[in-house]
T-cell receptor
Framework: DGGITQSPKYLFRKEGQNVTLSCEQN?????MYWYRQDPGQGLRLIYY???????QKGDIAEGYSVSREKKESFPLTVTSAQKNPTAFYLC??????????FGDGTRLSIL | GQQLNQSPQSMFIQEGEDVSMNCTSS?????WLWYKQDPGEGPVLLIA?????ELTSNGRLTAQFGITRKDSFLNISASIPSDVGIYFC??????????????FGTGTQLKVEL
């Protein structure tokens, strides 16, 4: 079945450590997105990519980095510069004017 | 960034009741999307609206694209326990159409009492 796979489901980060969240899609979608969700809040856009080898900052990009070397993959790195990384991270993809489809998320916590 | 205001913030209703929620914006949207999120999972698209005044149903769910293009409404008829979750409205800011950057509402949390 086509879909978006995020891994791991749960991730723990130590102080000063960078961690990378994986997002893979087999929907052949051109665009991919990363969102952050805090308890009781909506989704906020971190980064998005509309085409391979290109990406743009969203509303809260500081402390995060991404790459888009393949159409299927859009990994997100939470760097040590992100001082409050505890959140639920969601990856999405879309094509053309169709609505975004989401993965099942990665929950990141601080040790 | 721009925000979409959803109300109510949360609802606690009896099984079998009808539910109404809405989403408003200070600017015009050309597309309105409604998603549902279950705990610990990603949002799932329920209904997409593309034209002002459009009324679209998906089973017991009905959504409307407001005529002013600054609001949208979602109704759930005869609620059941599996309707529990958070409902988000979303849309692309400006006039770019769907599929690109989305702005999300703050969500309406629905709880159903048996």
């Amino acid at each position: 079945d086509g879909g978006i796979t995020q891994s791991p489901k749960y991730l723990f980060r130590k102080e000063g450590q960078n961690v990378t969240l994986s997002c893979e899609q087999n929907l052949n979608h051109d665009a991919m997105y990363w969102y952050r969700q805090d308890p009781g809040q909506g989704l906020r856009l971190i980064y998005y990519s509309q085409i391979v080898n290109d990406f743009q900052k969203g509303d809260i990009a500081e402390g995060y980095s991404v790459s888009r070397e393949k159409k299927e993959s859009f990994p997100l790195t939470v760097t040590s510069a992100q001082k409050n990384p505890t959140a639920f991270y969601l990856c999405a993809s879309s094509t053309g004017i169709q609505p975004q489809h989401f993965g099942d998320g990665t929950r990141l916590s601080i040790l | 960034g721009q925000q979409l205001n959803q109300s109510p913030q949360s609802m606690f209703i009896q099984e079998g009741e009808d539910v109404s929620m809405n989403c408003t914006s200070s600017s015009i949207f050309n597309t309105w999307l409604w998603y549902k999120q279950d705990p610990g999972e990603g949002p799932v698209l329920l209904i997409a609206l593309y034209k002002a005044g459009e009324l679209t149903s998906n089973g017991r769910l009905t959504a409307q694209f407001g005529i002013t293009r600054k609001d949208s409404f979602l109704n759930i008829s005869a609620s059941i326990p599996s309707d529990v979750g958070i409902y988000f409205c979303a849309g692309p800011p400006g006039l770019t159409g769907g599929g690109n950057k989305l702005t999300f509402g703050t969500g309406t949390q629905l709880k159903v009492e048996l």
